[in-house]
Every structure is written in C-alpha cells, then in structure tokens.
C-alpha cells in the first residue's frame, strides 16, 4: 500500500497513520474507546527490496511500542511548541485494522446476515485502506477517499495498481523497490513513446513565424497555448509579439540612435511562462 502510494505521489518518505488497541488488562468491561494512533514512517530511500522493508517496519513497530501510550494529541501539541508549526494533524494517510462484516451470525436459529455500511461520509484520512484478516478465510481490503479531493477513474487505478503490487510482492519477495513501476507495459509505452511521437511533416523552405502567421489567419481565436490560468489565442500572441517588436525597436534606436537591422541578436530576460513565447 505505501509502496504504491510512493509510486503515485513520487515521494521517497511517506508517514501513516496506525489506530491501536490500548485497552489495558482488566478493562475489558469498560465501556470507551481506547485507541490511539501511531505514526508509521515508510522511507524508501534507505531500503532496496520490499523484504527490507519489511524488516524496517518491524523494528519500528516495536521500538513505537514503548511510546504508545503517549496520545497524537500530545505529538501534535509538541510538534507546535517545539518546532513554531501550526498543524492539527499529521497524517493525511491511514492504514487500519478492523472488522469489515464479512461473516455471519447464528443465534437461537436465527441467522444474522452482516449489513455493508458506506464508510465514505465521514472518513478520518483522505486516503485509507482498511484490511481485515480475522472474519473470513481471506484477507479483505476496503479502500476509501474522500470525494471531493479524488476522481473515481484515479482511484480506480490506484486499486488495480495496489492488486497488482499485492500478487508482484507474492510472486517475487526480492523485487527491487526503486525500479518497481505501478503502469503497465500498454501504459508506460503509451506515456513514453506514443505521447511523445510529435514528429510532424512540415515545409521546409518556411521559417517557425511564417508557419505561425499562417495558423493566425487560418485560426485566429483558437486557443494556442495554455500555462496555468493563462490562455491565449493565435491572434493574441501575434498581437502582442509586434507589440513587443516595436518596443524593441523603439528603445533600441533610443540607446543606439540607429534603426534595428535584421539578425541582430536582441536579449531576453525573463520568468517561464507564456511571455517567452511571446518573445
């Protein structure tokens, strides 16, 4: 699950959030919810194989066992006290344990048949991905966002890449985590090779403006190019590239006191954005 998450995200070191059981011995009458959460720290970096990986994630574990006791809350407190950071959580991740009613009860005769509950309303991480290995004979998943932050296609893709990841890392403990690819071979050529073929015919004997003064006729009020919340058309970009044409011209033959000949290298100094174009 993180392994993929770090695939999709492209970051190295990732933090989740992991919800224990912190009843104590002799409360298990006492009606409360004694959770807290741990943080688990997946650093990529500093490992080469998923068996690795694994190895880290255990020592972690139980080194956190001699802290867990001291709440999120307190964490976050010291994080704010300590470090100047104004936070209200560190986790945007979340990785839990539980019972996801995937069995049935039998009572007096009586047959109990689990009712599957949408978890999606009110959900604590952005992403989570809950699994349950106690209700059946198999481990199950549920996988849950929030709506308003990811599209259904992009997560989507997400699980079929996490299914795919699951039954690599059975297949191969020793697959190596920096080359470990969540697209398919379709997709990575797509993205590689086909998304990339911009080799076009075009006239030889006309230059890049004279083929640009074109399309200004043929499309004046087409989109030509888009950088951010940018847009300009064709029309505009000409526009506004003479009338850099002529400032150029105008304060060069302030500072030189002759006209501008052709082929005369003129510097531009200036920010990424749509203005080179223009220039």
Same mark, same amino acid.
């Given at each position: 699950?993180?392994?993929?998450?770090?695939?999709?995200?492209?970051?190295?070191?990732?933090? !989740?959030?992991?919800?224990?059981?912190?009843?104590?011995?002799?409360?298990?009458?006492?009606?409360?919810? #004694?959770?807290?959460?741990?943080? +688990?720290?997946?650093?990529?970096?500093?490992?080469?194989?998923? &068996?690795?990986? +694994?190895?880290?994630?255990?020592?972690?574990?139980?080194?956190?066992?001699? *802290?867990?006791?001291?709440?999120?809350?307190?964490?976050?407190?010291?994080?704010? /006290?300590?470090?100047?950071?104004?936070?209200?959580?560190?986790?945007?991740?979340? #990785?839990?344990?539980?019972?996801?009613?995937?069995?049935?009860?039998?009572?007096?005769?009586?047959?109990?048949?689990?009712?599957?509950?949408? $978890?999606? &309303?009110?959900?604590?991480?952005?992403?989570?991905?809950?699994?349950?290995?106690?209700?059946?004979?198999?481990? @199950?998943?549920? #996988?849950? *966002?929030?709506?308003?932050?990811?599209?259904?296609?992009?997560?989507?893709?997400?699980?079929?890449? #996490?299914? /795919?990841?699951?039954?690599?890392?059975?297949?191969?403990?020793?697959? !190596?985590?920096?080359? *470990?690819?969540? !697209?398919?071979?379709?997709?990575?050529?797509?993205?590689? *090779? @086909? $998304?990339?073929?911009?080799?076009?015919?075009?006239?030889?004997?006309?230059?890049?403006?004279?083929?640009?003064?074109?399309?200004?006729?043929?499309?004046?009020?087409?989109?030509?190019?888009?950088?951010?919340?940018?847009?300009?058309?064709?029309?505009?970009?000409? &526009?506004?590239?003479?009338?850099?044409?002529?400032?150029? @011209?105008?304060?060069?033959? /302030?500072?030189?006191?002759? &006209?501008?000949?052709?082929?005369?290298?003129?510097?531009?100094?200036?920010? @990424?954005?749509?203005?080179?174009?223009?220039?």
């Amino acid at each position: 699950y993180g392994l993929v998450l770090s695939k999709y995200c492209n970051q190295g070191k990732l933090l !989740l959030s992991y919800p224990i059981n912190m009843r104590p011995k002799g409360f298990n009458e006492v009606t409360g919810c #004694f959770v807290n959460n741990v943080p +688990l720290k997946l650093d990529f970096t500093t490992v080469d194989t998923f &068996e690795e990986l +694994l190895i880290l994630l255990r020592d972690q574990r139980k080194e956190a066992k001699l *802290y867990q006791g001291y709440s999120l809350t307190d964490i976050i407190q010291d994080q704010r /006290e300590n470090n100047g950071r104004e936070i209200s959580s560190f986790f945007n991740v979340g #990785f839990t344990q539980t019972s996801l009613n995937t069995t049935s009860l039998k009572l007096n005769d009586l047959d109990v048949l689990p009712v599957d509950i949408s $978890w999606n &309303e009110k959900i604590v991480n952005e992403i989570g991905l809950l699994y349950d290995e106690y209700s059946s004979e198999v481990i @199950r998943f549920r #996988f849950e *966002y929030r709506t308003a932050l990811f599209d259904n296609s992009l997560i989507q893709g997400f699980v079929n890449s #996490f299914k /795919e990841a699951v039954d690599d890392l059975i297949n191969s403990s020793e697959l !190596l985590i920096k080359d *470990y690819s969540v !697209l398919k071979h379709d997709e990575h050529n797509q993205i590689i *090779y @086909r $998304w990339n073929d911009t080799n076009r015919d075009y006239p030889r004997n006309k230059t890049i403006c004279q083929l640009f003064l074109e399309q200004v006729d043929k499309t004046p009020y087409d989109i030509a190019v888009v950088c951010n919340d940018q847009k300009l058309t064709y029309k505009e970009i000409n &526009e506004k590239s003479n009338q850099l044409a002529r400032c150029i @011209r105008k304060h060069f033959k /302030e500072k030189k006191g002759d &006209e501008l000949t052709p082929d005369t290298l003129i510097p531009l100094f200036m920010d @990424r954005g749509i203005e080179v174009l223009i220039g």
